[in-house]
């Protein structure tokens, strides 16, 4: 069974910066498209970036483009969110799982907090 783990949140202050990582077992990433997306209590789980198999590609939510950046490490079956410039309304619980393709069963996702 497909397993994802998230790791690296926590408290940032505003213009701080976090970075997370995914890693899954039980499958092997290198064919899949991965992305990162969060979610806030009471609204839909969003999609803010994701990166093709070769990582020749990334894209990018318009409300995190330029300050957040994807990158994948397939030896490894990891994904990494690296965020920059962060601010209060990126406060949420961010979760890595494949694209374009039925989800995996969720982890439990790393919780992201940006105040001052």
């Known amino acids: 069974q497909v397993q994802l783990v998230e790791s690296g949140g926590g408290l940032a202050h505003p213009g701080g910066s976090l970075n997370l990582s995914c890693t899954g077992s039980?499958?092997?990433?290198?064919?899949?498209?991965m992305g990162w997306y969060r979610q806030v209590p009471g609204k839909q789980r969003e999609l803010v970036a994701h990166i093709t198999s070769g990582s020749s590609t990334t894209i990018y939510a318009e409300s995190v483009k330029g300050r957040f950046t994807i990158s994948r490490d397939n030896a490894r079956n990891t994904v990494h969110l690296h965020m920059n410039g962060l601010k209060p309304e990126d406060t949420a619980v961010y979760y890595c799982?494949?694209?374009?393709?039925?989800?995996?069963?969720w982890g439990q996702g790393t919780q992201v907090t940006v105040s001052s």
């Open positions: 799982n494949r694209v374009f393709s039925s989800p995996w069963p």
């Open positions: 039980g499958t092997i990433f290198t064919i899949y498209v």
